[in-house]
């Protein structure tokens, strides 16, 4: 497809309703929506106000009193839930307990068991979950997995997955304890969540080795910045983690291989930067771009296929549960 251009829709246009009025939104499922063809039925949020603005800028069809009332509404069949990280598993829990697919904003739990119980839920009545790590259903993301399964740069030998940026303000929810904020939780997260995406490459999931952090001065509990070594069972290391106080933005992806390497300047973003960096030993560099085209848009669109046809999820229940396991063994590693 080219980049840019409107995907097909689906047989049926999926019928979801948004739990809060996220910043997020515009982006994550209100463009997508829009683009792939799916209706937006419902909205609540703990400000009824905003809700109403929400949904008349952005076309949703009706505002509710409650984000129970939206997983409640018989004429819902998706709930997306990006809501703040602390109410993430209890809602992705209440949606599934209603029957509802569910599409969350990651991280889908604070914890391995919040997740097991996520996944408990989901498995009990049969629905599609879907953690919105959205970057790996971008080409970008797939290329990568492509060249390293052809072999491209030889044996793997060392992953590098890690995001540093400017610090949100004092007032950020990203910086309370109680949202369940933190460098990890915001951004470190997808540094682990590439690390494991690329285990296959590298002889099975990754064991955190060795792991440290610092707090948020002021903020006791809330990392600002944590970074973690791991090894793979083929002997390949892997370095990640997050800084959430940086000078400069960089979420960059690099892969080493016997052969080469892949660096991915921008991987967790392809809408912002879509070029892969491949350079073989003793051959020019080659540059390859997988276009621009939003992998929140990618993210929906397997998400309906898997509503709709029963296609496999990436990011499943199951795979977000190994998640919250290496992010709470990172955090384990810095005691």
Known sequence: ?????????????????????????????????????????????????????????????????????????????????????????????????????????????????????????????????????????????????????DGAVGDVQHVE????????????????????GGSTMDLGCYSLSALRLLSPYAGGEPRVVSAWREDRPGRPGVDERLFVEVAYPSGATGSGGSDMDCSERDFHLLVRGSAGEIFVPVFPVPHEGDSLVLRLDGQPEVVEHLGTRSSYTYQLEAFADAVRRGSPVVTDADWSVGNARLVEDAFAACR
């Open 1 to 149: 497809m080219a980049d840019g251009a409107v995907s097909p829709t689906v047989a049926e246009p999926l019928r979801i309703g948004i739990l809060g009025a996220a910043r997020i939104a515009p982006l994550s499922i209100v463009g997508p929506a829009a683009a792939t063809g799916q209706s937006l039925v419902a909205v609540a949020a703990r400000d009824v106000a905003r809700a109403r603005a929400f949904a008349s800028e952005h076309g949703v069809e009706r505002v509710l009193e409650s984000y129970a009332a939206v997983i409640d509404d018989p004429d819902v069949e998706v709930v997306y839930n990006p809501l703040p990280n602390s109410l993430h598993a209890e809602w992705n829990i209440r949606a599934a307990e209603a029957g509802k697919h569910v599409l969350s904003e990651k991280p889908a739990a604070l914890s391995a068991d919040e997740a097991v119980r996520v996944r408990d839920a989901v498995a009990a009545a049969g629905v599609v979950f879907m953690e919105a790590f959205h970057y790996p259903y971008h080409p970008l993301f797939q290329r990568v997995c492509q060249l390293l399964a």
């Open 161 to 180: 997955a890690i995001l540093r940026m400017p610090a949100p303000p004092a007032s950020d929810p990203r910086w309370s304890s109680e949202l369940g």
